[in-house]
């Protein structure tokens, strides 16, 4: 065998294997793939027009006709093939579709010309040293490289043009194009004997299957691709929902605020309050949806953390008995509740957190449950100074089928009860739960049949308060107690600043209780010029959300202002745990979250107004 036809041939081997691999494993049907299988198969086709332009120069003398379609075949493919290039450049270059319909005009045009002047222009074919040197010379030739020299033009230009738009920066397999083939231009121009060119391609063919089109580095880019999209969306949408719970509790924060201002109004009439009670009803279970949804957010961010301190036991259980019985209302149900005595009166933990599971589990109980009981039950197991609280719920409600059972900690599953449009609820209640059990560091697991009841079931380790921090809780807890009833706090001067009318209402009508002169203002200006100004006050609340100067910055700019020493406490409707220890480590003197509560507010009125 002739041993320049070496070269064309290992190529057509390595072109199937690619074709083979490619057409076997690939799912990805993007546009620049499909140009990509377009130039393989064209590439292979040169490679064979290639091997019989050996056999046509045999043939030349006697059967002329045949080798020319031949050569003037190979010469048309070369154009193809470089159009293939440019149009896969341009495809992961620019998405522009008038840019697309230019390229195509131009694609039409040149192919049109290639074809007509290539299939007229004569060819000649040139053999030296006993036809191991054969080319082929003649204006059909020149014709060729004068198109080729063009579609590598536009292809720069192309190049020079996207660069800063290119889809994937991984483009060097078209630089790769200009190094290899032009290389090989060369040296063939330079020795005519070699078959270079084709094999060139088909080098470049490898090079963009290692780099852009092999199909398991493709499918991985696409599936980084769609991770990537996904979670940006998944960001968007929890940046939302954490901003638009803050917007909300705002509103809300006023109309709690006020209604429960109402309540005490003894000039309203029976029917009116009744009236009120449904408002505060209905807004604390949309408050409890605003923190489900902002908890939810927070979890799928990352952001929501345990934050543990010491708490009473008896404290929290007596809370959620009281909170259960409110929402039992008119229901004839038999709620039961009970505790192991052994429970040592103040444990380490999250609190607040706690409360909340316990609070979802005895909610859906009094939700699911129509008639029958309600059994409320924390036993303990104490392991040195850690005991473990066994808390369990069970119902004699609607149960849940046993194929739900998997789903039921899924966010926004509500699981039969699409019908009932009478049992409120998202379906987030018990996704946050478990979420918040297992960060806590426990188990919860149900046990339901359905028609008859669910049992609940969570085991929660919490550690033991002893020691010297036990005696310092309890006498807090002493003066605490001592100091049940508000004070009276005539002559002293508070000041409330929050850039929100509504709140400033809600905030003075709290604070009338407490017979002090109040003084409200809408910005962190304000605050600082008072100051300023010589104005002095008792007590600083102190709104944190603020437009253009937020109370963190009004703070920092109160704290410069020489002899200021006015207690401050930051006010803000971001209720999330953790919020009260991080300022307070920013230096503000305490914490209220808003809507404000009664007893929190009576607890930093006694602390800096006494
Ligand atoms: P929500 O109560 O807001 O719908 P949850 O996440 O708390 O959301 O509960 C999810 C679903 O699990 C509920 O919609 C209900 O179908 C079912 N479920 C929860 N607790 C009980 C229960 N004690 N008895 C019967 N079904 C329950």
């Keep these: 065998m002739d041993i320049i036809l070496v070269l064309p041939i290992f190529s057509i081997v390595i072109n199937i294997i690619l074709l083979i691999l490619f057409f076997t494993k690939n799912v990805n049907n993007s546009g620049e793939s499909k140009i990509y ?46 159009l293939e290039l440019l149009y896969y450049e341009f495809f992961v270059s620019s998405i522009n579709s008038k840019d697309n319909k230019k390229l195509k005009t131009f694609i039409v045009i040149i192919v049109s010309i290639a074809l007509i002047g290539i299939g007229i222009l004569p060819i000649e074919l040139i053999t030296k040293n006993n036809f191991t040197i054969r080319y ?113 509790r705002t509103p809300l924060n006023a109309i709690v605020g006020f209604s429960n201002g109402l309540v005490d109004n003894d000039k309203l009439d029976s ?71 052994s429970i040592p009166e103040y444990l380490y933990g999250d609190a607040a957190r706690v409360k909340q599971v316990i609070l979802n589990l005895l909610t859906n109980s009094v939700k699911y449950t129509n008639n029958g009981f309600v059994d409320f039950k924390i036993n303990a197991i104490r392991k040195g100074d850690i ?24 966010r926004f599953e509500r699981l039969g009860v699409e019908k009932d449009t009478t049992v409120e609820g998202t379906g987030l209640g018990l996704a946050i739960t478990k979420k918040l059990v297992e960060m806590m560091g426990g188990k919860i697991v149900v046990q339901s049949v359905y ?55 809600v905030a003075e009508r709290l604070l009338g209780a407490y017979k002090c002169n109040i003084e409200c203002i809408t910005s962190g200006f304000e605050c600082i010029e008072k100051i300023v100004s010589g104005e002095k006050y008792d007590l600083i609340l102190l709104d944190d959300m603020m437009p253009k100067m937020s109370g963190k910055e009004t703070f920092d700019k109160l704290k410069e202002i020489p002899e200021f020493s006015t207690p401050v406490v930051a006010l803000t409707a971001n209720a999330i745990s953790g919020m009260k220890e991080e300022y307070l480590k920013y230096g503000f003197n305490d914490y209220l979250s808003k809507p404000i509560e009664k007893g929190e507010l009576n607890r930093v009125m006694k602390k800096y107004l006494r």
């Design 271 to 341: 029917e009116s309050k009744e009236d009120v009670k449904n408002i505060i009803m209905a807004s604390d279970a949309l408050l409890e949806l605003v923190n489900g949804i902002l908890d939810t957010s927070k979890i799928e961010a990352g952001k929501l953390e345990i934050i543990s301190s010491n708490y009473s036991f008896p404290k929290i259980f007596d809370e959620l008995v009281l909170l259960t019985k409110a929402r039992l209302g008119e229901k004839p149900l038999d709620f039961r509740y009970s505790y192991d005595k």
């Design 37 to 82: 299988k377009t130039m393989m198969i064209t590439n292979l086709l040169g490679l064979i027009l290639e091997l019989l332009c050996s056999y046509a120069a045999i043939i030349y003398n006697s059967q002329r006709a045949i080798s020319e379609i031949i050569f003037k075949g190979y010469l048309l493919y070369l154009i193809i093939f470089s």
């Design 451 to 505: 028609g008859k009841g669910s049992l609940f079931t969570i085991s929660l380790d919490q550690k033991i308060v002893t020691g010297e921090e036990l005696e310092k809780l309890k006498k807090e807890e002493n003066s605490k107690e001592e100091s049940a009833t508000l004070i009276d706090a005539t002559g002293k001067k508070v000041l409330v600043v929050d850039d929100n009318n509504l709140n400033l209402k």
């Design 136 to 248: 082929t010379i003649g204006p059909s030739v020149n014709l060729t490289y004068i198109i080729s020299i063009i579609i590598v033009i536009v292809m720069i230009f192309f190049n020079i043009k996207f660069f800063k738009s290119i889809k994937n920066k991984n483009l060097w397999a078209i630089y790769a194009f200009y190094l290899i083939v032009g290389a090989a231009m060369i040296i063939q121009f330079l020795q005519p004997k070699y078959l270079l060119v084709t094999s060139a391609q088909t080098l470049v063919i490898l090079v963009m299957y290692c780099t852009l089109e092999n199909p398991d580095a493709r499918i991985a880019e696409l599936e980084k691709q769609a991770r990537d999209a996904a979670d940006s969306a998944n960001k968007a949408k929890s940046e939302f929902l954490s901003s638009m719970s803050h917007e909300i």
């Design 387 to 410: 005991i473990r609280l066994i808390i369990s719920v069970e119902d004699s409600g609607i149960g849940i089928k046993k194929e739900n059972i998997d789903k039921l900690f899924g």
